[in-house]
């Protein structure tokens, strides 16, 4: 069955305000590995700087919360950066890391909410959602950074009860809703007893989004243009296992100054590198 996620649709659609640095070709890179029989087009993927600061911030916060102990220590964040061996790291990702632990610890946003889920950031993948929409199925994926659930008086009184579906964040970019899009078609099959909400929280600037939410029409709306992207990454990676001449036709390039932080141009006959 064909697959959808908010990486993949990011990969078929840019941003707004990310068009001239959106390029076809890099998810042609990227899916087609594992069909190429020429073992030298395998290419690693490297993390940004950026991109590393994120995912250990994120575990800094997993650790406080694992141990909650360490967020009255008085060397708290020094014992969590430990555990995340945050001295190895380059001086701008741990001095970056180490500002995010400090501030975490002086003021826990999620020290007095109800915790349903807070992932590390590192696990597997979770399972896959089915997702049936009139003849469109697909498979879903979602992986949430945090869920908390509402102790709100006025959700108690009308015997309601809320699921917040939360993506931390960090940097000064300004975050995708796509990604609350499909956190919250995942919900209505995960929660489907809930009132399903989605926020981004931004750890390092410690500030959070309002809330997020979707009417039925509009997750019916998500579910089909995911269904869609789905099927159609699908018949590109098939039409390529049958003519891998087909790259190019498939997964159009748009070169460009962004071609520099792309793992794959070395290998990119268009690299604008």
Not at 143 to 165: L, M, W
Not at 256 to 263: L, V
Request: glycine share 4%; with cysteine.
């Amino acid at each position: 069955m064909e697959f959808a996620s908010y990486h993949l649709w990011s990969q078929f659609e840019p941003a707004l305000g990310w068009e001239d640095t959106h390029c076809q070709m890099q998810r042609g890179w990227r899916w087609t590995q594992t069909a190429r029989s020429d073992d030298s087009h395998s290419v690693p993927f490297t993390e940004t700087i950026w991109q590393k600061v994120g995912k250990l911030a994120q575990q800094g916060v997993y650790e406080f919360h694992r141990d909650p102990l360490l967020l009255k220590h008085p060397r708290g964040c020094e014992r969590v950066a430990d555990r995340l061996y945050l001295y190895y790291e380059v001086a701008v990702v741990r001095d970056r890391v180490m500002q995010i632990l400090r501030q975490y610890q002086a003021d826990p946003w999620l020290r007095d909410r109800q915790i349903v889920l807070l992932n590390r950031g590192d696990e597997p993948i979770p399972p896959p959602i089915e997702v049936c929409i009139n003849e469109d199925n697909f498979y879903l994926y979602a992986a949430f950074d945090c869920i908390v659930r509402s102790v709100e008086r006025e959700f108690v009184a009308q015997n309601r009860q809320q699921i917040e579906i939360i993506d931390f964040k960090t940097g000064i970019a300004d975050p995708d809703l796509r990604q609350a899009d499909v956190y919250l078609l995942a919900g209505k099959y995960l929660y489907p007893d809930f009132d399903v909400v989605a926020s981004f929280y931004n750890l390092e600037t410690m500030t959070s989004s309002e809330l997020i939410t979707a009417t039925p029409e509009r997750l019916d709306d998500i579910a089909h243009k995911l269904a869609t992207i789905a099927k159609l990454h699908q018949q590109q990676l098939q039409a390529y296992q049958l003519d891998p001449t087909s790259f190019d036709r498939l997964f159009p390039p748009h070169p460009g100054t962004h071609c520099r932080a792309c793992n794959f141009n070395y290998h990119c006959t268009y690299s604008a590198a």
